[in-house]
T-cell receptor
Framework: EAQVTQNPRYLITVTGKKLTVTCSQN?????MSWYRQDPGLGLRQIYY???????DKGDVPEGYKVSRKEKRNFPLILESPSPNQTSLYFC??????????????FGDGTRLSIL | DAKTTQPPSMDCAEGRAANLPCNHS???????VYWYRQIHSQGPQYIIH???NNETNEMASLIITEDRKSSTLILPHATLRDTAVYYC??????????????FGKGTKLTVNP
């Protein structure tokens, strides 16, 4: 089954304790992206990757890191989490653009609480 | 900023067609219209997209006006499980572009029994 898998689905942790949220897709998509969703602010893009070893900042990259060493994986790293990073996070993937304009597929989300 | 305007909420009776409108008066010639929905706090789910012609798939139909300034998503026989926030997004993805989706506030569709 074609899917985007995020882990963990839920995490409660404390300020300053490094954490990684994993994202994996099995559709051979070049493009992967991370969004966060907050009440009243909608979904905002954090980082994206056009392909292996190619990453770039989205709209709200501060406090986050990403890597893309393999095509299928795109982990989101919070080196020193803070309470303002408490949010619902989504990973998405798609084939890259051009005339096909294929849709993006989203994971089920990771709810992070930073105390 | 989102380039679309949608009503904040709509109601629909179970079994009836749900028609969700979207205005995108500033759409450019190479931008597609996409519809996604989000059920509670689940990941956004792709529904359908189109450029000029009307489109239909197993989930819904998309009707785009001839001037492309507005569109309507039609769920032909709404069920309780279709209760969700529906997002209309216009986007063009040039080769090498960021593919970013800009989600507005969407329409909260409530399907009533």
């Amino acid at each position: 089954e074609a899917q985007v898998t995020q882990n963990p689905r839920y995490l409660i942790t404390v300020t300053g304790k490094k954490l990684t949220v994993t994202c994996s897709q099995n559709m051979n998509h070049e493009y992967m992206s991370w969004y966060r969703q907050d009440p009243g602010l909608g979904l905002r893009q954090i980082y994206y990757s056009m392909n292996v070893e190619v990453t770039d900042k989205g709209d709200v990259p501060e406090g986050y890191k990403v890597s893309r060493k393999e095509k299928r994986n795109f982990p989101l790293i919070l080196e020193s989490p803070s309470p303002n990073q408490t949010s619902l996070y989504f990973c998405a993937s798609s084939f890259t653009g051009g005339h096909s304009n294929q849709p993006q597929h989203f994971g089920d989300g990771t709810r992070l609480s930073i105390l | 900023d989102a380039k679309t305007t949608q009503p904040p909420s709509m109601d629909c009776a179970e079994g009836r067609a749900a028609n969700l409108p979207c205005n995108h008066s500033t759409i450019s010639g190479n931008e597609y219209v996409y519809w996604y929905r989000q059920i509670h706090s689940q990941g956004p789910q792709y529904i359908i997209h189109g450029l000029k012609n009307n489109e239909t798939n197993e989930m819904a139909s998309l009707i785009i006006t001839e001037d492309r300034k507005s569109s309507t998503l039609i769920l032909p026989h709404a069920t309780l499980r279709d209760t969700a926030v529906y997002y209309c997004i216009v986007r063009f993805s040039p080769q090498g572009g960021s593919e970013k989706l800009v989600f507005g506030k969407g329409t909260k569709l409530t399907v009533n029994p």
